[in-house]
């Protein structure tokens, strides 16, 4: 090897550990996984000698690839529907003679892939790899590290939400004061569009909705049956439901098809064996997923929503029965006063 070869060698390793260093260093600057990606995605394609690359993540709870970052790929390929065409399209694209493609991975799962190419053929492919791969495991782990960030912050989050909502719920015995807050927590920390929270009348064996956020307030008018509607058949199961789409949904009430309804997460409101009616966080308009862990922290609100309306039943014929003897003692004192009045005559 002549001293330029040797030189351009020596070049090209400075190059590729500057790399590492800086991807390294910018994974370290910001919890923003989006933007991170994209800046690393210009230093990996400049230092390779690419022309255009791509970054994969996997969600987990959809067990589906999605792009989050690219640099010029063909116009076809970010117009996929999923990352998974995506990523298929490019490994299959004949224009692209230089191909090179490696999983992120941590913990020994893989939480993504990093793509990227030419149009030009690779002299030193192998190597290439290599430093991929590199790249790769380092990206990997920052992904999930920010994963178990936002799971911490997430869990902290819903610690306060229902902190906040056991106050409000210890603090109030008025329903008319107490469930929408309720109600209002449940759809801010779930992050949705609105809410209704449906109680069912035992007098008249209907559903009523009295409670509404974000959403036109006609719908307090809407009565349906102990079937109807996915409060409903949340009251009659007793389990929490998932509608994806409610404008299809054969249950549907009309009244809220018209208003929007796009998905619906609904939980059952009992205690023991009452059943109160259905606590329920929906979008608009858009259709949107429901996690587990969402169904799970919303099946908790609905147990304090629970508490509240029994709260405020106790508290309502605590209020019954204490008129009850007033009037009583109220009689009492007046039958004495008569009495007492006639003996004083005679």
Do not use: W
Request: proline share 3%.
């Amino acid at each position: 090897m002549d001293s330029s070869q040797g030189r351009e060698s020596y070049e090209r390793v400075l190059s590729r550990l500057e790399m590492i260093n800086n991807v390294t260093s910018a994974l370290t600057q910001s919890f923003d996984v989006e933007k991170t990606l994209d800046d690393i995605l210009d230093t990996v394609i400049e230092v390779l000698g690419m022309e255009l690359g791509a970054v994969f993540l996997l969600d987990k709870e959809e067990q589906g690839l999605t792009l989050v970052a690219h640099r010029s790929l063909p116009a076809e390929i970010p117009e996929c529907e999923t990352g998974l065409q995506a990523s298929r399209m490019l490994a299959r694209h004949e224009e692209l003679l230089c191909k090179l493609a490696g999983p992120m991975r941590a913990k020994g799962e893989v939480n993504g892939l990093l793509f990227v190419g030419a149009r030009t053929a690779c002299p030193l492919l192998r190597q290439e790899e290599e430093l991929l791969s590199t790249i790769c495991n380092i990206i990997g782990t920052f992904v999930e590290n920010v994963r178990l960030y936002q799971e911490q912050v997430r869990d902290l989050q819903i610690e306060r939400s229902l902190a906040q909502v056991a106050e409000e719920v210890s603090s109030e015995l008025e329903l008319d004061r107490v469930l929408p807050k309720v109600m209002k927590i449940a759809v801010d920390v779930l992050d949705t569009d609105g809410g209704v929270l449906a109680l069912l009348d035992q007098e008249r064996n209907v559903i009523t909705y009295p409670y509404l956020h974000e959403l036109p307030p006609s719908l307090a008018d809407v009565t349906a049956t102990k079937g109807e509607g996915v409060s409903g058949e949340v009251m009659t199961t007793g389990l929490p439901t998932v509608i994806d789409n409610y404008q299809t949904y054969p249950r549907a009430i009309p009244a809220f098809v018209e208003a929007g309804l796009a998905s619906v997460a609904s939980v059952p409101i009992v205690s023991g064996d009452r059943t109160f009616g259905a606590l329920n966080i929906l979008s608009i308009n858009n259709v949107r997923s429901f996690s587990e862990r969402d169904m799970t922290l919303l099946t908790a609100i609905g147990r304090q929503a629970a508490i509240a309306i029994e709260n405020a039943y106790l508290y309502e014929n605590m209020r019954f029965y204490a008129r009850k003897i007033t009037q009583a003692q109220e009689s009492e004192r007046k039958r004495i006063a008569r009495e007492l009045h006639d003996d004083t005559i005679q």
